[in-house]
């Protein structure tokens, strides 16, 4: 029986023992906290094969430089000296480009179409397995002219991309969500698009593994490995060392300075995003939506919740939060919901959380040549949730020797160098 150490209790790691488990191995998961906090819950839970474009853009680099300065602007990356951060803003600007966006499309797509259908045809069908799940489209919501031209052009590449999407004008729009005024052009329906409760799904997916008897250990931080003969033989923590047959490395934000205790070198940058829940909301929504203009998503969620998100913060990890992005985001709202009067929360409720950011959009999934038994899975950004039970599958592939199933080559680890 393969023994497998999955470094990371979030939705990648979580998935990747998930098929691991069902493949037969012995599967121990270490994480650094409790298994509860983590981004995988503060999302606003799109799985969403509409993201087929990364986060490394054209013209994303300079609205950046425009936005430094604002403290409630939706993207900031924080000036600092650190040669990580240089090697990872230099290779991001060098990715930002149309040819890059064109060639992530189809990868993007493939690996959120395996996700999606490995959550509707095995996740949400296991017993008692309730992750509040909506298989009913998502909205792209724009307030200006050239939003709209940029919508017209994405809806074409979704049709090549074989995506089901189509336009709405105003009043289309409007008529989807009847209970609350709109302040919006017209949007992009994605009517391939779910969505569904991140805090519901966690607890799920982490009671069956339980119940599977998948080893589940919290506050086990990884501090180093054992090599023997070019492979990794025992990940060791504080208080033990465990032998492995493969490790599979899903820490998130933490990956490049866990892979570096193994000389792996990982281009990833953590990405601070913000969210708040309102858990009896007295306003009413149909669909979840992305706000072009405000950079800012809204979800209806398991009945009675609505969950507002956004910002994108490159930030150390130990860096104090920054709360008035958070009114940034109450504010986006306002501007298309002008009806949500949604007041500044407590510190309390309000979430934040470290997004995993690539290089140039991408997540790293694959082997390395440096040791053949250690697979890394992360860098997802954004989109960590939507692409878990895909990256898991694929994980499972790849301890298995199996054919992955989808081309793996985009998402090479070592594509850097």
């Given at each position: 029986?393969?023994?497998?150490?999955?470094?990371?209790?979030?939705?990648?790691?979580?998935?990747?023992?998930?098929?691991?488990?069902?493949?037969?191995?012995?599967?121990?998961?270490?994480?650094?906290?409790?298994f509860s906090d983590n981004c995988s819950y503060g999302n606003c839970g799109y799985v969403c094969p509409s993201h087929f474009i990364p986060?490394?853009?054209?013209?994303?680099?300079?609205?950046?430089?425009?936005?430094?300065?604002?403290?409630?602007?939706?993207?900031?990356?924080?000036?600092?000296?650190?040669?990580?951060?240089?090697?990872?803003?230099?290779?991001?600007?060098?990715?930002?480009?149309?040819?890059?966006?064109?060639?992530?499309?189809?990868?993007?797509?493939?690996?959120?179409?395996?996700?999606?259908?490995?959550?509707?045809?095995?996740?949400?069908?296991?017993?008692?397995?309730?992750?509040?799940?909506?298989?009913?489209?998502?909205?792209?919501?724009?307030?200006?002219?050239?939003?709209?031209?940029?919508?017209?052009?994405?809806?074409?590449?979704?049709?090549?991309?074989?995506?089901?999407?189509?336009?709405?004008?105003?009043?289309?729009?409007?008529?989807?969500?009847?209970?609350?005024?709109?302040?919006?052009?017209?949007?992009?329906?994605?009517?391939?698009?779910?969505?569904?409760?991140?805090?519901?799904?966690?607890?799920?997916?982490?009671?069956?593994?339980?119940?599977?008897?998948?080893?589940?250990?919290?506050?086990?931080?990884?501090?180093?490995?054992?090599?023997?003969?070019?492979?990794?033989?025992?990940?060791?923590?504080?208080?033990?060392?465990?032998?492995?047959?493969?490790?599979?490395?899903?820490?998130?934000?933490?990956?490049?300075?866990?892979?570096?205790?193994?000389?792996?070198?990982?281009?990833?940058?953590?990405?601070?995003?913000?969210?708040?829940?309102?858990?009896?909301?007295?306003?009413?929504?149909?669909?979840?939506?992305?706000?072009?203009?405000?950079?800012?998503?809204?979800?209806?969620?398991?009945?009675?919740?609505?969950?507002?998100?956004?910002?994108?913060?490159?930030?150390?990890?130990?860096?104090?939060?920054?709360?008035?992005?958070?009114?940034?985001?109450?504010?986006?709202?306002?501007?298309?919901?002008?009806?949500?009067?949604?007041?500044?929360?407590?510190?309390?409720?309000?979430?934040?959380?470290?997004?995993?950011?690539?290089?140039?959009?991408?997540?790293?999934?694959?082997?390395?040549?440096?040791?053949?038994?250690?697979?890394?899975?992360?860098?997802?950004?954004?989109?960590?949730?939507?692409?878990?039970?895909?990256?898991?599958?694929?994980?499972?592939?790849?301890?298995?020797?199996?054919?992955?199933?989808?081309?793996?080559?985009?998402?090479?680890?070592?594509?850097?160098?």
């Amino acid at each position: 029986m393969e023994k497998v150490i999955v470094i990371g209790g979030g939705i990648i790691g979580l998935s990747a023992a998930f098929y691991l488990q069902r493949a037969g191995c012995q599967v121990t998961v270490l994480d650094r906290g409790d298994f509860s906090d983590n981004c995988s819950y503060g999302n606003c839970g799109y799985v969403c094969p509409s993201h087929f474009i990364p986060l490394a853009t054209p013209g994303i680099v300079r609205q950046g430089l425009k936005w430094m300065l604002n403290s409630r602007s939706p993207f900031y990356v924080e000036p600092r000296l650190s040669r990580s951060l240089i090697d990872w803003g230099w290779k991001f600007m060098r990715s930002a480009t149309r040819a890059n966006v064109d060639r992530a499309a189809i990868p993007l797509r493939d690996i959120a179409l395996l996700s999606q259908q490995e959550v509707e045809s095995c996740w949400i069908k296991l017993p008692g397995f309730d992750a509040a799940y909506e298989h009913k489209g998502l909205l792209e919501v724009f307030q200006t002219g050239k939003a709209a031209d940029h919508a017209h052009h994405t809806v074409q590449k979704a049709h090549e991309l074989g995506l089901d999407a189509r336009l709405l004008d105003h009043q289309a729009l409007q008529s989807m969500e009847p209970h609350t005024r709109i302040e919006a052009l017209g949007a992009i329906f994605f009517k391939c698009d779910a969505h569904l409760y991140p805090n519901k799904l966690m607890k799920a997916l982490i009671a069956h593994l339980r119940a599977e008897g998948v080893r589940l250990l919290s506050e086990a931080e990884v501090t180093g490995f054992s090599i023997e003969r070019g492979r990794i033989s025992q990940v060791r923590t504080r208080a033990n060392a465990y032998e492995a047959g493969t490790v599979v490395l899903a820490t998130g934000s933490w990956s490049r300075s866990l892979a570096a205790l193994a000389s792996v070198r990982l281009p990833l940058m953590p990405g601070r995003g913000y969210s708040v829940t309102l858990e009896d909301s007295p306003y009413r929504l149909n669909y979840p939506a992305i706000l072009v203009e405000g950079r800012a998503a809204i979800t209806p969620m398991d009945g009675n919740k609505i969950r507002f998100g956004g910002t994108m913060e490159i930030v150390p990890t130990d860096t104090p939060p920054r709360y008035g992005r958070v009114q940034g985001i109450l504010d986006a709202v306002r501007r298309f919901y002008p009806e949500f009067d949604v007041p500044f929360p407590p510190k309390e409720k309000i979430w934040y959380g470290y997004r995993p950011c690539s290089a140039d959009g991408l997540p790293y999934i694959g082997r390395t040549s440096k040791y053949r038994n250690l697979i890394v899975a992360t860098g997802h950004s954004m989109l960590g949730l939507s692409l878990g039970a895909g990256t898991g599958r694929l994980i499972c592939e790849l301890v298995q020797e199996r054919r992955p199933s989808v081309d793996l080559q985009p998402f090479a680890v070592e594509r850097f160098g």
